[in-house]
């Protein structure tokens, strides 16, 4: 459910987070309260700061007078992660390695031109090497709640895979690569299962998290 802020609301949150100012490119730049999050177990605000970090994270969005619909396109993200991670720790077995954590660091800069750039980005958005640490543990641990709560009760049948086969894949194929011979089911047999199961698990987690914004108490304060 989402409310639009009333005045006593904002001078509440106001107790919580004034404004604060941070550093990018040698400019201040005042940061701003932008929503909260309460999905029942805390409030959680989002500032400013929370959607540019997020768009310095996703290769090939422009940092440079970021529009308006970047930024709520990065705000639902935000909202949607902000829902899971609250949900995810009423889990506290769900905690990240120090490892994993590294690895993903890692993985996450692989997906830039260069490491240089990659430190470029968030040096401009005026991220510290802790908060993206603090970032990747809570994308893990929203990462294996999903995994406890989806992956591990996936069950594809083989009539699915079937009529995946017959239906989808077999067209798609001829479509696409004209004149060669269609692999046999046993030799597609792992992937579709694969692609089957990713694809339910995708809807799986649509579900949820549409039924968590319905639930959720989450208010605008201040619009992108």
């Known amino acids: 459910m989402i409310r639009i802020s009333k005045p006593i609301?904002?001078?509440l949150l106001g107790a919580m987070l004034c404004a604060f100012v941070s550093v990018c490119q040698a400019q201040q730049v005042v940061d701003k309260m932008v929503a909260t999050v309460n999905a029942g177990v805390k409030t959680d605000l989002i500032t400013y700061s929370d959607l540019l970090w997020q768009l310095s994270l996703q290769p090939n969005t422009p940092l440079d007078n970021p529009t308006s619909a970047d930024l709520n396109r990065a705000l639902r993200l935000v909202i949607d992660q902000k829902l899971i991670l609250q949900e995810a720790e009423k889990i506290?077995?769900?905690v990240p390695t120090q490892k994993e954590i590294t690895d993903a660091r890692d993985e996450l800069a692989r997906n830039f031109p260069s490491q240089s750039e990659f430190q470029q980005r968030l040096q401009?958005?005026?991220m510290t090497s802790e908060k993206l640490d603090e970032i990747i543990e809570q994308r893990l641990k929203m990462e294996k709640y999903?995994?406890?709560r989806f992956r591990n009760f996936v069950v594809i049948s083989q009539k699915e895979v079937a009529d995946y086969y017959g239906q989808v894949y077999t067209?798609?194929?001829?479509?696409?690569f004209p004149g060669r011979i269609v692999p046999t089911l046993e030799q597609v047999r792992d992937e579709i299962e694969q692609n089957l199961k990713e694809a339910k698990?995708?809807?799986d987690t649509d579900a949820f998290l549409d039924t968590a914004r319905e639930r959720a108490e989450i208010v605008m304060l201040n619009a992108v």
Do not use: K, N, W, Y
């Open 146 to 148: 999903l995994d406890f």
């Open 92 to 94: 506290p077995t769900i």
């Open 171 to 176: 067209p798609r194929f001829r479509t696409r």
């Open 124 to 126: 401009r958005v005026g």
């Open 9 to 11: 609301f904002t001078a």
């Open 201 to 203: 698990i995708e809807s």
